[in-house]
């Protein structure tokens, strides 16, 4: 009878707790969407930034490639040059295309001679600036809204002796703003800091809005808003609100990078009504499901519990190899045991066996057992009092909860139980042991179990990069541990996407700086548009042994840009590529290479492979084999960052690379006596070696001029040009083939 009036009571009780989680349920619902819609919106609304500009920057490079063009031309007559002008038109979709001179008179390509010396675009580039004008009225078809893009030009001595620029359709910000997120609901402005409307999506358009600021001030109600927003626009800084305006909204704006625009994206506040009801029908549902099923499972826990209680907790809390407690066990008996021990500090500290599975490997899994049985064993002995726990968790993995009055002795304790386990004998085999410990000093009684074990796991993984005998944790160190995994799952993300591709940097030759080649360099583009350069991604790809995959898609993406020039007809130069230490310790990746080349139809006479000078270090043999079997397959290999390693230029040549590329520490140290002398001397010895020199690096005349005076072949560097894309390389392989000059 007692039994059964448990069960009720149970019953009605779970009945009231399931009605009020349904009412906080509600409520918590209703916040959290809300939370997330604006979480969503704020990454919507940076997505627009970035997407905005990266577009805007591709025009700038565009106009500023032909800009320098002009500026390199001594006696370069505009008046006589229509004909190259127009047909820049025609080729990159340009509306029109201009150049002003000083005086503000502009040569176009429509034939036309037009004053523009009253034009802000105009004014802005004569002082160094890359503009977008405001919308302006096409003179030539009024009902069309155009942006002026201008890029000054510079002659040989860095002085302003014009203005470059073309025009491009209003419209074309409409491409950029338009929102496939909620359904079709949300849309987007580019707004002055005014509050005028530069352009806006399609979505928009029915709204008919002019100036947004005007537009909210028609309810009063928005007005502390709209000041809010014009401080804001004033400071530089984004922000969020919600206003009415035909129903309310939700808006994120944030500043873009041009002039003193802004991005603005918005979404109805009923998209959010509309998630949330069929979440609420469907949480009732399962709710209930739930609470059947539960009245189940309460009434068999409660009529089996006495019978098994006792036998689940031998099976629930003992590591049956070693005897003792299992990790279950101490996240039962770690709060309880800290508060009972108040007078006393206290600590988890884990211990790791160091290559414990190449100790099965080598002396079996017997050995293994044993050494985790007699670690367990003297793990106990130094426990000194009951509260103390010591627990086995996963694999080689074990955990104690030591009290202890000064860390010395916390430490000293440590140091014992490892000095009694470096050396272990197992039958006739003498074993040496070594471990990786970690120590999380609890401060917090309220700190979660799982928090405590992580943070001295945390403490425990760092101390296996390193040589010291225990590692303490620290904020720092966690917060460094959750910024890493976060990249490694971005990483891991990004290969799957193929988010890996090649932009181009062009190598010179040196005296007639001609182009001769180029370096494929691995960009990172994520599906925001967002571009991320390798000292992001390649050190910690390495350590996570994803590096290889990012080489190989670096490489895929190489061969195919090469095809599609050659289908074009374009002129192809050979194209380097870096390959990581992965590709030097074994000849089955090199061959993986060669059937991707192959694949593509590509020949080897346009792929050169580069080296990194450190890999060197580590197995000369192995990267010998390497180098002969790169040549099997007609590869020229170059060596690159010489400089930075601890090679000699005897024991490269032994390796019989065909290039070397000289370091760009080398070039920065250009100007000093022992800097110029050093570079002669690598420069004269890499020639007596029959090896073609390439400098990196090079960003001034002055390093120029003095590496072609010391005989280097190829020169690399921003002195001559910046990494390129797929599509500005393209452009500029186009304007030779129909032979126009840029």
């Known amino acids: ?122 004014q802005e580039s004569m002082k160094g600036k890359n503009y977008v004008s405001e919308p302006l009225d096409d003179i030539y078809d009024p009902n069309v809204k155009i942006n002026v893009y201008s890029v000054p030009i510079y002659d040989e001595y860095k002085n302003i002796k014009g203005v470059f620029f073309t025009t491009y359709k209003n419209e074309d910000f409409k491409k950029f703003l338009r929102i496939s997120s909620y359904n079709g609901k949300g849309y987007s402005y580019i707004l002055d800091s005014k509050g005028n409307v530069i352009s806006d999506s399609p979505q928009a358009q029915i709204y008919g809005t002019k100036n947004m600021f005007k537009t909210l001030e028609k309810y009063s109600e928005n007005k502390e808003i709209v000041n809010q927003m014009k401080k804001d626009f004033q400071n530089g800084q984004g922000g969020e609100i919600s206003y009415n305006y035909k129903g309310y909204k939700y808006a994120n704006y944030a500043p873009l990078n041009i002039n003193d625009w802004w991005c603005v994206t918005i979404v109805p506040k009923n998209v959010l009504e509309q998630r949330i009801l069929p979440i609420s029908y469907g949480v009732i549902a399962i709710c209930i499901a739930i609470f059947i099923v539960s009245l189940g499972v309460i009434a068999y826990i409660v009529l089996k519990q006495n019978k098994y209680q006792s036998h689940l907790k031998k099976i629930a809390y003992y590591d049956k190899l070693t005897e003792i407690h299992n990790k279950a066990y101490l996240e039962e008996k770690l709060t309880q045991n800290i508060n009972a021990n108040t007078e006393k500090k206290s600590a988890l500290v884990i211990y790791n066996i160091r290559k414990f599975k190449m100790i099965n490997e080598i002396y079996g899994t017997g050995a293994g057992d044993y050494i985790l049985k007699s670690f367990a064993n003297s793990l106990k002995q130094y426990k000194t009092n009951e509260l103390e726990i010591v627990v086995r968790g996963y694999g080689d993995e074990f955990a104690v909860l030591y009290f202890y009055n000064h860390k010395e002795e916390l430490e000293k304790r440590i140091q014992s139980i490892l000095a009694i386990n470096k050396h272990i004998q197992y039958l006739s085999y003498p074993i040496d042991l070594s471990f990786a410990v970690g120590i999380y000093e609890i401060k917090n009684m309220n700190c979660m179990f799982e928090r405590i074990y992580n943070y001295a796991s945390i403490a425990k993984n760092e101390n296996k990069e390193r040589q010291d005998l225990f590692t303490y944790y620290c904020d720092e160190l966690g917060n460094e541990q959750i910024t890493i995994k976060r990249k490694e799952d971005a990483i891991k993300k990004g290969i799957e996407n193929k988010e890996f591709k090649a932009w181009f940097q062009p190598k010179f030759d040196a005296k007639s700086k001609k182009i001769t080649g180029r370096e494929a360099l691995a960009r990172w583009e994520k599906e925001d548009g967002s571009i991320l350069l390798p000292n992001y991604f390649i050190s910690l790809s390495e350590k996570i042994r994803l590096i290889q995959d990012i080489d190989e898609l670096v490489f895929i993406d190489v061969c195919k840009k090469i095809k599609q020039w050659e289908l074009q007809g374009l002129s192809i130069l050979p194209v380097s590529v870096n390959l990581s230490q992965a590709y030097l310790n074994g000849l089955s990746a090199l061959n993986h290479l060669k059937k991707i080349m192959d694949e593509y139809g590509v020949s080897s006479e346009f792929i050169q492979l580069e080296i990194t000078e450190s890999y060197m270090i580590d197995n000369e043999e192995s990267l010998n084999l390497a180098v002969t079997k790169m040549h099997e397959y007609g590869f020229k290999v170059l060596l690159d960052d010489f400089g930075v390693g601890y090679s000699s230029l005897m024991s490269i040549h032994s390796l019989d690379f065909d290039i070397l590329k000289i370091d760009k520490s080398f070039v920065d140290a250009i100007g000093t006596a022992s800097g110029n002398a050093i570079i002669q001397y690598t420069i004269q010895l890499g020639k007596k070696l029959d090896m073609k020199i390439v400098v990196e690096g090079v960003e001034t005349k002055e390093q120029y001029e003095f590496l072609k005076i010391c005989g280097c072949d190829e020169i690399q560097g921003y002195y001559f040009a910046k990494p390129q894309t797929f599509y500005e390389i393209s452009k500029i392989l186009m304007l030779k083939k129909e032979n126009i000059s840029y």
Do not use: C, W
Not at 57 to 75: I, R, T, W, Y
Not at 76 to 84: A, E, N
């Open 1 to 122: 009878m007692k039994k059964h009036k448990r069960i009720i009571f149970l019953v009605i009780l779970s009945i009231m707790g399931l009605v009020n989680a349904l009412l906080l349920f509600n409520k918590y619902i209703d916040n959290k969407l809300e939370s997330q819609l604006m979480t969503s919106l704020e990454n919507l609304s940076q997505q627009n930034v970035v997407i905005i500009n990266h577009q805007i920057e591709d025009k700038f490079s565009l106009l500023q490639m032909f800009a320098n063009e002009v500026g390199d031309k001594k006696n370069y007559d505009i008046v006589q040059d229509h004909k190259k002008v127009e047909k820049l038109s025609q080729i990159f979709g340009f509306r029109l295309v201009g150049i002003a001179l000083p005086d503000g008179t502009a040569y176009t390509s429509y034939k036309k001679v037009v004053d523009v010396s009253q034009r802000r675009y105009f």
